[in-house]
Every structure is written in structure tokens, then in C-alpha cells.
T-cell receptor, first 115, second 116 residues
Framework: DGGITQSPKYLFRKEGQNVTLSCEQN?????MYWYRQDPGQGLRLIYY???????QKGDIAEGYSVSREKKESFPLTVTSAQKNPTAFYLC??????????????FGPGTRLTVL | AQTVTQSQPEMSVQEAETVTLSCTYD???????LFWYKQPPSRQMILVIR??????QNATENRFSVNFQKAAKSFSLKISDSQLGDAAMYFC?????????????FGEGTQLTVNP
């Protein structure tokens, strides 16, 4: 089955701890994205990557870090510097060939709660 | 910077009836894409429909259609013959067509309730 997987579905973190959210896709998409969703709000872009070993900050990158060592994987680390990390995190991917991006498709999301 | 506004936080419709969700956006660009995504209680974001700004014809996907008014910067979604499974949060989103403009800008969302 082709698609985007995120794990875990639910994640609990103690204050002061770093935690890493996984995102994997087998769609052969070039670009990958991380969004944050707070209750009753739309999605806000954290980081995105259009090619392996390269990524750019989105609108709310502070307190987060990413890596893109493989085309299929784009893990997001929520660091202790993120002041209010409790939220729903969505990963997405899209084709990005010849400089033209296509529709973004989303994973099922990870709900992160800080205790 | 582009902004997307959904002025209806909540809407309701009777099963089998038609409902229209509103979306306006602000941009100085002439070439872009617009999307409607659906987020059911499972919270998975599902693409409903997509519109290229250079196309004058409104996009349709089965019971879903859009009314794209480029000059007015308006992009409404019409759902015909509403079904219980259409109940969800609906998000309007904008993406630049520039080569480097791959990010999506989302509106705040409209919660749609379908009454049996």
C-alpha cells in the first residue's frame, strides 16, 4: 500500500524532554512537510524539505528541528525549547519535479501531549 | 504574504440538501492553486478538490464543486446531496505556483454538521 505513515499516533512527553515524531512515505514524493494544528485552528507550517539533505524553516520553526537523510523519511524533533508543544502534528508530502510542486497528501497525524 | 479567510466557523445542512462553504484569499500573485481539504473526526486531512488559477472552468469532483471568482479572490465549495459522511472540518488552502512556493497557507476552517 502506498501512503504516508506517522508514528506514534499518541505521544506523551515530560517537560524538558526532547521527542521525535516519525514520518515515512513510499509514494516516491520529493517534498515533505511538517504542520502543527492547535484546537479550532488551521494548520501552520513548521519545516519543509524539497530535496534530500535540504530543508527550510516554515512559519513556526522555533523549538523544532528536522533532518532529511533519506527521500522517504522526514523526522521532526520537538525540543525542550518549544514552549507549548502540546498539539496535533501532521506530515505531508508532494511531488516536486522540475521545480513544480503538486498537491500535498497528508499522513494520519500524531497527537503530542506534554505532561 | 498570502492570507486565507473562512468567515463561517460552523455550518449545518440537512441530509440530501446542498450547502456552500465560503473562502476568500489575499494575494498579489496571478498564478496559484487553491484547495479544499476535509478533516473528519479521525483528523486525517483528505483532499476534496483542487483549482488552478489559470483555469476559468470551475473544478468538480462528483458531489463537490467550486465557484472560483479570481477577480473577487473568492473560492467557495458547494456540496450537493449532502451525506452524513460529509460531516467534518473543511479547510481552504492556497499555494503559490512559483517554483519555490511549495507551502500551503490554510484558513481557520469551517465545521460542517450534517443533520439526518
Amino acid at each position: 500500500d502506498g501512503g504516508i505513515t506517522q508514528s506514534p499516533k499518541y505521544l506523551f512527553r515530560k517537560e524538558g524532554q526532547n521527542v521525535t515524531l516519525s514520518c515515512e512515505q513510499n509514494l516516491n514524493h520529493d517534498a515533505m512537510y511538517w504542520y502543527r494544528q492547535d484546537p479550532g485552528q488551521g494548520l501552520r507550517l513548521i519545516y519543509y524539505s524539497q530535496i534530500v539533505n535540504d530543508f527550510q524553516k516554515g512559519d513556526i520553526a522555533e523549538g523544532y528541528s528536522v533532518s532529511r537523510e533519506k527521500k522517504e523519511s522526514f523526522p521532526l524533533t520537538v525540543t525542550s525549547a518549544q514552549k507549548n508543544p502540546t498539539a496535533f502534528y501532521l506530515c505531508a508530502s508532494s511531488i516536486d519535479r522540475r521545480g513544480v510542486t503538486d498537491t500535498q497528501y497528508f499522513g494520519p497525524g500524531t497527537r503530542l501531549t506534554v505532561l | 504574504a498570502q492570507t486565507v479567510t473562512q468567515s463561517q466557523p460552523e455550518m449545518s445542512v440537512q441530509e440530501a440538501e446542498t450547502v456552500t462553504l465560503s473562502c476568500t484569499y489575499d494575494t498579489s500573485e496571478s498564478d496559484y492553486y487553491l484547495f479544499w481539504y476535509k478533516q473528519p473526526p479521525s483528523r486525517q486531512m483528505i483532499l476534496v478538490i483542487r483549482q488552478e488559477a489559470y483555469k476559468q472552468q470551475n473544478a468538480t469532483e462528483n458531489r463537490f464543486s467550486v465557484n472560483f471568482q479570481k477577480a473577487a479572490k473568492s473560492f467557495s465549495l458547494k456540496i450537493s446531496d449532502s451525506q452524513l459522511g460529509d460531516a467534518a472540518m473543511y479547510f481552504c488552502a492556497y499555494r503559490s505556483a512559483r517554483a519555490s512556493g511549495s507551502r500551503l497557507t490554510f484558513g481557520e476552517g469551517t465545521q460542517l454538521t450534517v443533520n439526518p
